[in-house]
């Protein structure tokens, strides 16, 4: 199994960036799509981005789309979430995920509970 640890989160003002980052070891990391979900308090985790294993293919929820970009390095077994012109209704814990039975446009769709890696979450508050 895939062991995945989130960094970069914390307080930033209401159109600021913020960069995440989610370093992964174990199973072959280059072969598997990944993925960026977030959670607040008495919600259910929704779907961010996701990017596929060579990252040729990327996905977006409507509400992250144009504002953030996800990557990917193999070479150093990271993806990242480049998160731009934030607001409000961004604060959550962002989740970082893998399967190796899904493809990067599987995750956008399916519930975050079919997935079998997460890391352990890192707080993104963006203040108003």
């Known amino acids: 199994q895939v062991q995945l640890v989130e960094s970069g989160g914390g307080l930033v003002q209401t159109g600021g960036s913020l960069s995440l980052s989610c370093a992964a070891s174990?199973?072959?990391?280059?072969?598997?799509?990944l993925g960026w979900f977030r959670q607040t308090p008495g919600r259910e985790r929704e779907f961010v981005a996701s990017?596929?294993?060579?990252?040729?293919?990327?996905f977006y929820a409507d509400s992250v789309k144009g504002r953030f970009t996800i990557a990917r390095d193999n070479a150093k077994n990271t993806v990242f979430l480049q998160m731009n012109s934030l607001k409000p209704e961004d604060t959550a814990v962002y989740y970082c995920?893998?399967?190796?039975?899904?493809?990067?446009?599987?995750?956008?769709?399916?519930?975050?509970?079919?997935?079998?890696?997460w890391g352990q979450g890192t707080q993104v508050t963006v203040s108003s």
């Open positions: 990017i596929s294993w060579n990252g040729g293919s990327t």
């Open positions: 174990g199973r072959t990391f280059s072969s598997v799509a």
């Open positions: 995920t893998t399967d190796p039975f899904y493809s990067a446009q599987a995750m956008s769709v399916l519930p975050a509970a079919d997935f079998d890696s």
